[in-house]
Nanobody
Framework: QVQLVESGGGSVRAGGSLRLSCAVS????????MAWFRQAPGQEREGVAS????????VYADSVKGRFSISQDNAKNTLYLQMNNLKPEDTAMYSC???????????????????WGQGTQVTVSS
């Protein structure tokens, strides 16, 4: 089983930046996909960005394209989400997720993931 621990959340003003980290430990099964999801109170979970660990293919939600960037450091077993030009509507609990890559590529669908972190809160004020 994979353990995921997020960090880096906090409170920022609109236009500011944050970098989230997700430390990965435990068994990682060959090539796999990882992703960041977010969920605001009263709203459904939303896929934000995803990456495949083998080829590094990425996909982003339209709402964050051009502002967020997902990356990984395999040597450190860490996934990152660089968030720039933050907006109040980005306020949410952000969680990272991991899942075996049995076909296809990066995915923003929660059902594609087996392991989840506890999340880190991001709050953006206007």
């Amino acid at each position: 089983q994979v353990q995921l621990v997020e960090s880096g959340g906090g409170s920022v003003r609109a236009g500011g930046s944050l970098r989230l980290s997700c430390a990965v430990s435990g068994h990682t099964y060959g090539n796999y996909r990882m992703a960041w999801f977010r969920q605001a109170p009263g709203q459904e979970r939303e896929g934000v960005a995803s990456i495949t660990t083998g080829g590094g293919s990425t996909v982003y939600a339209d709402s964050v394209k051009g502002r967020f960037s997902i990356s990984q450091d395999n040597a450190k077993n860490t996934l990152y989400l660089q968030m720039n030009n933050l907006k109040p509507e980005d306020t949410a609990m952000y969680s990272c997720a991991a899942g075996a890559l049995l076909g296809g590529g990066p995915s923003l669908v929660p059902q594609a993931y087996n392991d989840w972190g506890q999340g880190t809160q991001v709050t953006v004020s206007s």
